[in-house]
């Protein structure tokens, strides 16, 4: 691990994942003995000592934090650029949130280092990045899955072709190509239910008010409304950091369920109370309307009144 760190990692601030604690503070030793700053964190580390090593991962004095269940969800270091797997595991699930957690975009970074030596292994059960992105075989030596990737599609296109000139039946199993997009806006949009209002996007926090993405150009201002007060959060960033800033905020404020845009509520019939309000709000639902619709047509029409209020302010 060391080796391929110093190899094609050195300097990037990286995420170690471990099976144990033992490993986690012996990698941290082995790293620092060969000049690399890190640290390792666990479970019965202290909150204010947890705090300071992920702040100084996120500000570049440590390079590598090791660590073994802890930040694998909830942990948010978007200047993480390169994610060290050295745990198995049989779940997806868990393999793409430790993944994740170098997918975040960040001022001056442009992608995210995978190094996985649990890759290496020909076991079928355990999950690897070559496996999450369907390939039907490991990289081959110093090849990256990226260029695995497509190396594998140019490989099924030329099948494809001969087989269709040949006319034969295209292989059983073949798979068909696909873009992979690590740090795509398209994945950030997709998780949060967003509103338009003019040219604001809008994101509802129940009680603690509204958060809305203001464009200029192709740059963003975050921005939360909240008692007749608009508080900037964040300013002149690009769109893939200004979603994570509104999830993050939204996750602090335990409102992802009011804006996950499957969650099952949003199926229910609009209640007495939603219908109450949008009577005195002036606004008259679909037949039918679910809570959801009903929400959406209130998330609306309080940011409109509150923008507006403050537009005039400004005036």
């Not at 001022?107 to 292994?121: A, F, M, Q, T, Y």
């Not at 999950?127 to 090849?143: K, M, S």
């Not at 949009?189 to 203001?214: E, F, I, N, P, V």
């Not at 921005?223 to 893939?240: I, K, M, N, Y």
């Amino acid at each position: 691990m060391l080796a391929a760190y110093v190899e094609r990692a050195r300097d990037r601030r990286a995420l170690l994942f471990t099976p144990t604690v033992a490993l986690a503070h012996q990698m941290a030793r082995v790293f620092r003995a060969a000049g690399v700053p890190a640290e390792a964190v666990d479970g019965t580390t202290p909150t204010d000592e947890r705090q300071g090593m992920f702040a100084r991962l996120q500000s570049g004095e440590t390079k590598v934090l090791a660590n073994v269940a802890v930040a694998n969800e909830g942990v948010d270091v978007p200047a993480v650029e390169c994610i060290l797997v050295a745990t198995p595991t049989r779940s997806q699930v868990k393999y793409t949130q430790l993944v994740g957690r170098g997918l975040r975009t960040f001022p001056g970074k442009e992608d995210c280092l995978v190094i996985d030596v649990v890759g290496v292994s020909e076991r079928l059960d355990l999950q690897t990045l070559p496996r999450l992105f369907g390939l039907r075989e490991q990289p081959a030596a110093r090849e990256t899955v990226i260029e695995a990737i497509d190396r594998q599609s140019r490989q099924e296109k030329e099948a494809e072709k001969a087989t269709n000139a040949s006319g034969r039946r295209r292989a059983e199993g073949a798979m068909r190509s696909r873009d992979v997009q690590l740090l795509g806006r398209r994945r950030r949009a997709r998780k949060l239910h967003w509103l338009r209002h003019d040219r604001y996007w809008l994101l509802s926090l129940g009680q603690a008010g509204l958060l809305a993405l203001a464009p200029s150009r192709d740059r963003w201002t975050v921005v939360r409304l909240h008692r007749g007060r608009a508080e900037r959060l964040a300013s002149d960033v690009d769109l893939g950091y200004a979603h994570g800033i509104a999830e993050d905020y939204t996750r602090q404020a335990d409102a992802m369920r009011l804006v996950d845009a499957s969650a099952l509520w949003r199926r229910d019939p609009m209640n007495d109370a939603q219908a109450d309000l949008l009577r005195r709000l002036g606004i008259t639902p679909p037949d039918g309307a679910t809570k959801g619709e009903a929400s959406d047509l209130i998330t609306v029409a309080r940011a409109a009144a509150l923008l507006d209020r403050l537009a005039q302010r400004a005036a």
